[in-house]
Protein backbone atom coordinates (compact mmCIF):
# COMPACT_ATOMS: atom_id res chain seq x y z
CA UNK A 1 0.00 0.00 0.00
CA UNK A 2 1.09 3.69 -0.60
CA UNK A 3 -1.13 6.39 1.18
CA UNK A 4 -0.78 9.74 -0.98
CA UNK A 5 -1.53 13.11 0.47
CA UNK A 6 -1.98 16.52 -1.62
CA UNK A 7 -1.23 20.03 -0.77
CA UNK A 8 -0.35 23.02 -1.81
CA UNK A 9 -3.80 24.15 -3.73
CA UNK A 10 -5.52 27.33 -3.56
CA UNK A 11 -7.40 30.12 -4.94
CA UNK A 12 -4.63 32.37 -6.93
CA UNK A 13 -5.04 35.27 -9.71
CA UNK A 14 -4.93 34.24 -14.11
CA UNK A 15 -0.80 34.46 -14.31
CA UNK A 16 -0.20 33.70 -10.56
CA UNK A 17 1.80 30.36 -9.44
CA UNK A 18 1.17 27.58 -7.11
CA UNK A 19 3.41 24.45 -6.21
CA UNK A 20 1.39 21.28 -5.42
CA UNK A 21 3.10 18.38 -3.30
CA UNK A 22 2.28 15.13 -2.60
CA UNK A 23 3.83 12.99 -0.17
CA UNK A 24 3.78 9.19 0.11
CA UNK A 25 4.03 6.61 2.79
CA UNK A 26 3.86 3.14 3.03
CA UNK A 27 5.68 1.08 0.19
CA UNK A 28 8.82 2.04 -1.31
CA UNK A 29 7.92 5.56 -3.22
CA UNK A 30 10.73 5.58 -5.56
CA UNK A 31 9.76 2.01 -6.83
CA UNK A 32 6.35 3.83 -8.53
CA UNK A 33 6.42 6.27 -11.29
CA UNK A 34 3.88 9.00 -10.14
CA UNK A 35 1.70 11.37 -12.29
CA UNK A 36 -0.85 14.08 -11.67
CA UNK A 37 -3.92 14.04 -12.74
CA UNK A 38 -6.94 16.72 -12.45
CA UNK A 39 -11.31 16.93 -12.32
CA UNK A 40 -13.16 19.77 -13.13
CA UNK A 41 -16.91 19.81 -12.03
CA UNK A 42 -18.61 17.73 -14.77
CA UNK A 43 -15.76 16.73 -16.63
CA UNK A 44 -13.97 13.62 -16.61
CA UNK A 45 -10.49 13.35 -15.34
CA UNK A 46 -7.66 14.22 -17.01
CA UNK A 47 -4.02 13.35 -17.63
CA UNK A 48 -1.34 16.54 -16.44
CA UNK A 49 1.62 15.20 -16.42
CA UNK A 50 3.64 11.89 -15.10
CA UNK A 51 7.38 11.42 -13.85
CA UNK A 52 9.31 7.87 -14.23
CA UNK A 53 10.50 6.45 -10.74
CA UNK A 54 14.11 8.15 -10.72
CA UNK A 55 12.44 11.50 -12.18
CA UNK A 56 14.89 10.95 -15.60
CA UNK A 57 12.05 11.09 -18.08
CA UNK A 58 8.83 12.65 -17.72
CA UNK A 59 5.78 13.65 -20.01
CA UNK A 60 3.26 16.35 -20.38
CA UNK A 61 -0.34 17.37 -21.90
CA UNK A 62 0.08 19.78 -24.51
CA UNK A 63 -2.23 21.79 -21.99
CA UNK A 64 0.06 22.43 -19.28
CA UNK A 65 3.56 21.95 -21.34
CA UNK A 66 5.67 25.17 -21.00
CA UNK A 67 3.68 26.25 -17.41
CA UNK A 68 3.93 23.30 -15.45
CA UNK A 69 6.75 21.19 -14.35
CA UNK A 70 6.88 18.03 -12.28
CA UNK A 71 9.97 16.97 -10.48
CA UNK A 72 10.32 14.01 -7.49
CA UNK A 73 12.40 13.69 -4.19
CA UNK A 74 12.61 9.80 -3.61
CA UNK A 75 15.00 10.64 -0.48
CA UNK A 76 11.78 13.04 0.12
CA UNK A 77 9.14 10.40 -1.19
CA UNK A 78 7.32 13.68 -2.00
CA UNK A 79 6.30 14.79 -6.05
CA UNK A 80 6.31 18.10 -6.88
CA UNK A 81 3.97 20.25 -9.30
CA UNK A 82 4.96 23.43 -10.01
CA UNK A 83 2.50 25.70 -11.87
CA UNK A 84 3.06 28.72 -13.25
CA UNK A 85 1.04 31.28 -16.08
CA UNK A 86 -2.19 29.91 -14.33
CA UNK A 87 -5.35 30.26 -16.46
CA UNK A 88 -8.76 30.10 -15.24
CA UNK A 89 -9.71 26.68 -17.14
CA UNK A 90 -6.99 25.08 -15.02
CA UNK A 91 -9.32 25.10 -12.35
CA UNK A 92 -9.87 21.84 -10.74
CA UNK A 93 -9.29 19.19 -8.09
CA UNK A 94 -5.65 18.30 -8.69
CA UNK A 95 -4.84 14.62 -7.59
CA UNK A 96 -1.48 12.59 -7.65
CA UNK A 97 -1.08 8.64 -8.29
CA UNK A 98 1.20 6.04 -8.17
CA UNK A 99 1.99 3.36 -11.02
CA UNK A 100 3.86 0.63 -10.26
CA UNK A 101 4.14 -0.46 -14.05
CA UNK A 102 6.22 2.56 -14.88
CA UNK A 103 4.16 5.34 -15.99
CA UNK A 104 1.01 6.08 -18.41
CA UNK A 105 -1.32 8.71 -19.40
CA UNK A 106 -4.57 6.69 -18.53
CA UNK A 107 -6.10 7.28 -15.03
CA UNK A 108 -7.10 3.90 -14.99
CA UNK A 109 -2.85 2.23 -14.60
CA UNK A 110 -2.72 3.75 -11.96
CA UNK A 111 -2.38 1.60 -8.62
CA UNK A 112 -2.84 4.50 -6.07
CA UNK A 113 -4.57 8.16 -5.12
CA UNK A 114 -4.73 10.82 -2.80
CA UNK A 115 -7.45 12.40 -2.14
CA UNK A 116 -6.90 15.32 -4.18
CA UNK A 117 -6.21 18.98 -3.17
CA UNK A 118 -8.56 22.07 -4.96
CA UNK A 119 -7.09 24.68 -7.44
CA UNK A 120 -8.93 27.81 -8.14
CA UNK A 121 -8.07 30.59 -11.01
CA UNK A 122 -9.89 33.74 -10.94
CA UNK A 123 -9.86 35.86 -13.76
Known amino acids: QVQLVESGGGLVQAGGSLRLSCAAS????????MGWFRQAPGKEREFVVRISWSGGNTYYADSVKGRFTISRDNAKNTVYLQMNSLKPEDTAVYYC????????????????WGQGTQVTVSS
Open 26 to 33: GRTFRGYA
Open 97 to 112: AADSAGGSSNWRDYDY
